[in-house]
């Protein structure tokens, strides 16, 4: 009899624990068939000038909260042609924010690797559309706030001027409030000039997803005899 059949038959308890627990670990962790699941990531940078733009779309974190909640997940699945739960396509989508470099990037897991390039590709179009459509109907509203109160400082610049003319005795009181209104319509003016909306751009298109899986297209018959044959050996090399 060999000297390894020996060391078995000595601490077959212990070899038999470990095989039987490599086994249960196994067939819990592992698929009943063979599967492979894809990660494809999209990489979307945020920019705004210091200053400009809306705050809370300038923010990464914003960004990426938006990219799977709300209605982005409902547009992406119309573009994908998914008919059931947005939701559901969104739980194969995570989308993370690094502040330091104002990017967003936007991860879709899926067991077909171009379809999981696509789904990600989308959600970043989406996203980026939406925000867009929101910048400006805010900007719209924004601009026509600013038009009505251009039309009030000049209208009521207009006044002084007539009041100037009208009143020598009171001219530097009214010259003053006209200054003041100068004032307020050239900052106005400038701050017109200056805005800008926040700026999206994909620094990184999802093209080729990687294999999530540590053990790839393995069965699950397959990694119960691998984690057997594993455990079996540990435990000689134990006894």
Known sequence: MSEYAKIAMRRWLLITLLVVA???????????KATETYDATNILLVEAAEGQGNAADADPQVVAMRTTVGEVPVRAAAKLGHTGDPATLAAQVSAVADQASNTVSITASDGDPQRAALIANTFSQEVVAYLQEQQAAETAADAQADANREADLRAQIAELDEAIADEPNNIGTLTAERDALDRQLGQLLELQQ??????????????????????????????????????????IGLA
Do not use: K, N
Request: charged share 10%; net charge negative.
């Open 22 to 32: 490599a086994l249960a670990i196994a067939y819990w962790t592992s698929p009943p």
């Open 194 to 235: 200056q805005a800008a909306p926040v700026q999206y751009t994909v620094l990184q298109p999802a093209t080729t997803a990687s294999p999530q899986d540590l053990l790839p297209g393995i069965s699950r018959e397959e990694r119960l005899l691998l984690a057997g044959l594993i455990a079996l050996v540990v435990g």
